[in-house]
């Protein structure tokens, strides 16, 4: 069922987003079919337009200088993506809703027409969420940079066993966690697999971190919310598999004793909305089935 948008009884009165750029997921069937649509009603604005596949991170970074938004085609997979590349550039995102959840989202594909003029002549204002900055070491070198809008999540593999990770905070020790992981989410990620886990919900506008230990046996359970100053470092201490997932997209196999370090990072990932600024506790609402 489509979202019933919280629109404002006034509009919003920013500068116009004149070069578009529509992004598609490639595997999302009907994307393609309304990438077109989109070019027809953006040509028929007058505006230039631009269109790519979310896949393809390389002409994206040759259409980022020339751009003033990015439309999304598909779901809150394709928008944690593109998030990622244009946040550097402080180039906002503009999502369509092709997946199942949507929460990134700001359009449905019923308010496509109705909607989109009005929010690139200027009837739009810009959320801005933190975003992670990680960083994976071995033996103290450097193996890796991820760059993350949800969360980092440092756990067991593919055996049924509990991993050991100690926790510590600005340099000092927390606890160990005997668990199947432990994650550290951003406002963003507290409605994805943190919520899962059992954290808390964060507005998405906050600058908080979340800690949340993955079904924790016999070590401290709860969530920690944390200040955005906050060093997380995570160091594995295993005799088999372990892993690390950045947003779900790099599976990084782990060594016991390796160290995940946790920060919120520089930039900030930028999201048009024509909604009212209080719509998240709407959307939240309705995405999650709640009823009155």
Known sequence: ???????????????????????????????????????????????????????????????????????????????????????????????????????????????????????????????????????????????GRYDCLNEVVVGRRHLSRVVRIHASIDGHGLTTYTADGVLVATPTGSTAYALAAGGPILHPEVRNLVLVPISAHLSLRGPLVLPETTEVRLTVQTDHEAGASFDGQSDVHLLSHDQVVVRVGPNMARFVRGQERSYFYHTLVHKLGVRH
């Open 1 to 143: 069922m489509a979202q019933i948008p919280l629109l404002p009884s006034e509009p919003f009165s920013s500068p116009p987003l004149l070069r578009v750029a529509v992004l598609y997921h490639p595997k999302v069937r009907p994307a393609r079919a309304m990438a077109d649509q989109v070019r027809e009603l953006v040509a028929g604005l007058g505006l230039p337009i631009s269109i790519s596949s979310v896949w393809d991170s390389e002409e994206i970074e040759t259409l980022l200088p020339r751009i003033d938004v990015c439309v999304v085609l598909g779901g809150d997979g394709s928008m944690l993506r593109v998030a990622r590349l244009t946040a550097p550039h402080r180039i906002p995102v503009l999502g369509i809703n092709l997946g199942k959840l949507g929460f990134l989202a700001e359009l449905e594909p019923d308010e496509l027409a109705r909607r989109l003029p009005a929010l690139l002549g200027g009837n739009y204002w810009i959320e801005k969420r933190i975003m992670i900055a990680a960083e994976l070491y071995r033996e103290g070198a450097l193996m």
